[in-house]
């Protein structure tokens, strides 16, 4: 017998059923770093990111000014601070960058077949353009001198 309808009780079982499923995946699965409790490990990126945010806070905190601002000693003092600022802030932007470019030289390093798959890849597609190229060129000379 075939049935044409359900009752809330039904759904709410096959509901949390999946509901628990679904967290039971959620806690074995790999995404669930984030909600742990232990710190992770320290590595130059972390590093780079945190000194990037020290150094946005301070440059940050030497450029802006509150309601009663107090008159700074001289505007070359100013500019030398935010200047300083400014320079560390731009060195702590390179870190980051430099952490980034030497994990994926790592990571290149370490998968060379994914290399290979995208140069194979990319010749493919430039075979492929060159092939129409060569078919527009054909089609427009005819066009053209005909």
């Not at 409790?37 to 990126?45: A, G, Q, R, V, Y």
């Not at 990037?52 to 802006?64: E, G, Y």
């Not at 003092?77 to 932007?93: G, L, T």
């Not at 077949?113 to 990319?122: N, P, Q, T």
Request: hydrophobic share 40%; charged share 25%.
């Amino acid at each position: 017998m075939l049935l044409l309808y359900s009752t809330w009780s039904d759904n709410y079982i096959q509901d949390s059923s999946v509901r628990q499923a679904n967290d039971l995946q959620w806690k074995v699965g790999p995404t669930n770093i984030i909600f742990e409790d232990k710190e992770l490990e320290k590595t130059p990126l972390g590093d780079a990111i945190d000194s990037l945010m020290v150094r946005w806070a301070q440059l940050l905190s030497n450029v802006s000014s509150r309601s009663p601002v107090p008159a700074p000693s001289t505007i070359d003092h100013v500019k030398e601070v935010v200047e300083i600022s400014m320079y560390h802030f731009r060195d702590s932007c390179l870190d980051v960058c430099s952490e980034f470019t030497k994990i994926d030289l790592q990571w290149q390093l370490d998968h060379p077949e994914e290399e290979l798959k995208g140069l194979d890849d990319a010749l493919i597609r430039q075979e492929t353009l060159l092939a129409r190229a060569h078919g527009i060129l054909d089609r427009r000379c005819k066009e053209f001198f005909v």
